[in-house]
Each structure stands twice: as C-alpha cells, then as structure tokens.
C-alpha cells in the first residue's frame, strides 16, 4: 500500500532527487552505527529478512488492492539501523524485478525505512508486556502503528508531486469514484503473485481522474483492512518467534521485560 508503483519521469526530479539524498544519508548513518555497534551476527538475518519481504509483497490481496509488507517483523528482529540496510537492499531488488521505479529507490527505501524503524520503536516500548505472554498483542499492535504512519507520509507524498493519485496505487476492486466496491468483487481472485518483469503491473494502471480526498480515503479505507489483516499475520509470527527463539525479538526468557527474574 505505502510502495509507490509509478514508472521513471513521473514524480518530479526534485522529489525522486530528494529521496535518493535522504535514503544516501540515512544509509550512511546506518552503515557507521552498525560498523561501530552492530553484531556480525545480523549480517545473516538482514539478508534472510530482505528476502522475505522481497517475496511477501509479491503477493497481493487482490479485493483491497493490498500487498503485504513484512517490513514490522523486519524492523523488529533487525532493529532500525539494520533495518536501513534492509530496506536499500529490498527496494534495489524490486525496482530490478520491475516493481517501483529506479528513481523511486530513494524515497521508497525512506518509506520503507519508516515502517521498519517505527514497528522496531514501538514493539521496543511494549516489550515489558511481551514479556507476560502477550508478544502477538504487542506485534499487530506495532504493526496497525507503524503502517498507519506510513501510509500517512505516503499521502503526503502523492500529494506533493502532484501526479495523478490513480497511478500511484492499485485500489483493487474498490471504486474510489464512486466509493463502492465492484459487485464482482471476486471476478479477479482474492490473492495474486506478481511474476518478477511482467509488463502489466496493475497498480500502475487505474482508469480514470480522481479527486485527491476520495484517493486518501480510499487508500485509508483499504489500508486499514490490510493493517488487521498484517497486523494478524505479524502478531502470530511474533508470537511464535517470541516462544521459541525470544532473543531474536529482543526477548530473553526468565526475565519480566525489566531484568528482573521471574518464576
């Protein structure tokens, strides 16, 4: 929902050359706080991570119009600062696999980033309560947090460049003209796996001018449906991981969040 789909040229110089500054500064602070601080240890999980979200937002919930993202689950195992190389990286291979533009990298690594850094700040915050057995409750809960605030910048975006809002996101069967859903809203199946270089990427291609209010609305509407839905998927995962691995939450077992033993 928050990957901005337009093709090259179509946003502004000024804004893609924007975002490839901001994504070259925030890379560059990540690269020298991990060199110094970071473990060699999360080398492997950024990649593996990178990869997982590479293929969950090939898939798409096709009603809504809803790519899931993985990037809270990312965030939260790898931290922020990580969390920015992941997101360079993940946003590189997109582009490369035809999903977002060249140009775009810069201010889809940003957008990307953002979901990461806030799920991992947010779940930090209510680490102390995933300690009492309610982990999953604390992910969907970074989750809903994290993707509405990005969806919110990705607004802000749109609105920015003033491009035409249909282009930049697929709305799936909903209609943001009339603000109903198709009758057939099954005609085009519930879920669909983008093939890596297809040419008909269908969130480049919405038919039609459409005022910019009942675009934020729509993308709203349908983002919050998506959010429960991730914030569902993300909570279980958490909630496994967080059972048998905690530490890779930043989770250690015996303890109650605050480094006091516990029975």
């Known amino acids: 929902m928050t990957h901005i789909m337009v093709g090259d040229g179509v946003l502004p110089w000024w804004l893609s050359g ?17 060199t110094r601080t970071g473990s060699r240890r999360a080398i492997p999980a950024t990649g593996v991570m990178t990869a997982l979200m590479v293929v969950v937002m090939s898939i798409e919930i096709v009603p809504i119009g809803y790519e899931l993202h993985g990037t809270v689950l990312a965030g939260i195992i790898l931290g922020p600062w990580f969390g920015a190389i992941s997101s360079l990286l993940f946003n590189v291979v997109r582009a ?64 920015i460049s003033g491009v035409e809002p249909a282009s930049a996101v697929h709305t799936g069967s909903f209609d943001v003209a009339t603000g109903t859903f198709d009758p057939e809203i099954h005609s085009g199946g519930l879920v669909e796996v983008h093939q890596p270089g297809s040419g008909d990427h269908t969130e480049a291609t919405v038919a039609g001018l459409t005022p910019f209010t009942w675009f934020a609305f729509a993308t709203l509407f349908l983002g919050a449906l998506g959010w429960a839905i991730e914030g569902l998927v993300t909570g279980v995962t958490v909630g496994f991981i967080a059972r048998i691995r905690p530490g890779l939450l930043g989770l250690s077992m015996g303890t109650d969040g605050r480094g006091r033993p516990t029975e």
Do not use: K, Q
Request: a positive charge; hydrophobic letters at 60%.
């Open 96 to 159: 490369f696999l035809g999903d977002g533009a060249i140009t775009n990298i810069g201010l889809n690594t940003v957008v990307t980033w953002l979901e990461m850094a806030v799920g991992s700040m947010v779940f930090s915050r209510l680490r102390p309560f995933a300690y009492r057995g309610r982990a999953s409750l604390c992910g969907g809960v970074a989750t809903a947090v994290s993707l509405s605030l990005s969806t919110l910048v990705f607004l802000a975006i749109i609105a």
């Open 18 to 34: 924007a975002g490839i500054l901001a994504a070259v500064v925030l890379v560059s602070i990540a690269s020298r706080h991990v």
